[in-house]
């Protein structure tokens, strides 16, 4: 009994300390969804921390807050468990996401969903061709791909949410929208990089 | 497509060692026939045509002679029976050798982190670790530390410069990922950052101590881990400080707000 534990423990120590380091591209798809998750938990907190009381869109922000940190959590996870580099500009992410947050919030219920809507359709598109290079690569990284395919399906719920909830009646809607769907874009494409 | 170029470019130079080492008489059978054993067994990709590690393992015998160069690569050739042109294998140069020496460095490094952090007698882990996989690997640059400073010239050569830091790296790196350390946040870049500090200028304090045994560098190195310790406290007080701004900023917006009647806890 003794040994059986003794062996458990040496393979478990096996795993835990010779992980070797990830391939190029996997590392890169790790870094930036792992940057992604903790931008959108950024701006899901500025909004609550101005949506926060709000009857209407208060609950409807916390729900969509609440998955955003379990998509975190599993990104931290992979981070850790597969030695994944992360992004160098994560205190960028941190100030500019939940300055994101704060302000759309600020301009109204409607802005805040707008946001939400541009953000939650730069990501899923972005989930998307990673979805496709991942099912390119030869070897078939299943873990992966399903927690990228969960976290998509969210964001696109979270997408869904917003346009019920009077996203496209904000003030300059397309403007706002499309300046937020760049800024997203030239997020995704620093985090891969840096 | 770099296999390919690779392995003609390695029939040239085969073509060239053949050339000149029938000169070499006595020695051209032997091998030219080793030669094509090795092309024989560098088809599965992994090793690109001779056995390179052979010669450079060879060849850091030569280094306290003739420094980190390809004087050092052609003896080196030599003396486990290649022709002396056989350094036509490595184009850039001493880089090459340091490159080998480097990775075998590591590699043993990673043994030693291993070994150290899985042993039943009191494994260590967090900053012990570090600090003695830090001695553990300047103690292998004692064979050939009166050459290290040209190592490090050599290193630091634009075309070199960015395979060194990425070789360096991946070592802190390592470091860290043995001594327990799983941040996902900017914290990654602040240890490593630290540990590149302290080891290079270990590094350099080492290459002019004169003392028995470098007891003056470890006593240096000593006391730049007692500077990191009081630099993280520093620091650990300091995020206090931003903390404390942050919670009297956060408090003054919502006073505002409620101010201008916008805040939810307006009357």
Redesign the interface.
């Known amino acids: 009994m003794m040994k059986v534990r003794r062996l458990a423990v040496s393979l478990l120590r096996c795993r835990y300390y010779s992980t070797p380091r990830p391939h190029p591209a996997i590392d890169r798809i790790i870094r930036v969804d792992h940057a992604g998750e903790y931008g959108a938990d950024r701006i899901y907190t500025g909004q609550m921390a101005v949506l926060g009381t709000h009857p209407s869109a208060g609950p409807v922000v916390k729900h969509m807050w609440e998955q955003e940190k379990a998509h975190l959590e599993l990104f931290e996870r992979l981070v850790k468990e597969r030695r994944v580099r992360p992004t160098a500009l994560m205190p960028l992410w941190n100030i500019a996401g939940y300055a994101l947050g704060a302000g759309s919030a600020l301009l109204g219920k409607e802005a805040a969903m707008a946001c939400t809507v541009a953000v939650e359709q730069a990501i899923g598109e972005h989930y998307n061709d990673q979805l496709r290079e991942l099912l390119n690569r030869e070897e078939k990284d299943e873990e992966l791909l399903k927690s990228i395919k969960d976290c998509r399906d969210d964001e696109l719920d979270h997408l869904e949410t917003g346009l019920e909830h009077d996203a496209e009646q904000a003030p300059a809607y397309e403007i706002f929208s499309q300046i937020i769907r760049t800024g997203c874009k030239t997020a995704i494409w620093l985090s891969e990089r840096i | 497509m770099y296999m390919y170029t690779n392995m003609s470019s390695f029939r040239f130079r085969l073509s060239f060692i053949g050339i000149f080492s029938s000169v070499n008489i006595r020695n051209s059978s032997r091998v030219s026939s080793r030669l094509f054993c090795s092309e024989a067994k560098s088809n599965d990709g992994s090793s690109p045509g001779i056995d390179r590690k052979l010669i450079l393992d060879s060849s850091l015998q030569f280094v306290s002679q003739y420094g980190w160069s390809v004087k050092a690569l052609e003896s080196g050739a030599k003396a486990v029976d290649f022709p002396g042109v056989a350094h036509g294998l490595f184009p850039s140069g001493g880089i090459e050798l340091i490159e080998h020496f480097e990775f075998d460095c590591n590699a043993r490094l990673i043994k030693y982190l ?1 070994d150290m ?2 042993r039943d007698n009191e494994p260590l882990k967090g900053g012990r670790l570090v600090q003695s996989a830090v001695e553990e690997r300047l103690q292998m640059l004692i064979p050939y530390i009166d050459k290290w400073p040209e190592a490090l010239s050599i290193k630091a050569y634009p075309s070199n410069a960015v395979g060194s830091l990425e070789r360096a790296s ?1 070592m802190f ?1 390592d470091i860290w ?2 001594a327990g350390d ?5 914290n ?2 602040t240890k490593r950052g630290i540990l590149a500090a302290v080891y290079c200028t270990t590094e350099l304090y080492m290459i002019q101590d004169k003392s028995v045994n470098f007891q003056d560098t470890w006593d240096f190195l000593r006391r730049r881990f007692q500077d990191t310790r009081t630099f993280t406290e520093c620091r650990q007080q300091a995020e206090g400080i931003v903390g404390g701004a942050y919670e009297f900023g ?1 408090a003054a917006i919502t006073t505002v707000m409620n101010l201008v009647g916008f805040g ?1 806890r307006n009357r």
Not at chain 2, 182 to 186: A, E, G, I, L, V
């Open positions: 291993e952090t899985t991946q790196d990922y043995y799983r941040s996902t946040d900017f990654w870049y956060s939810s």
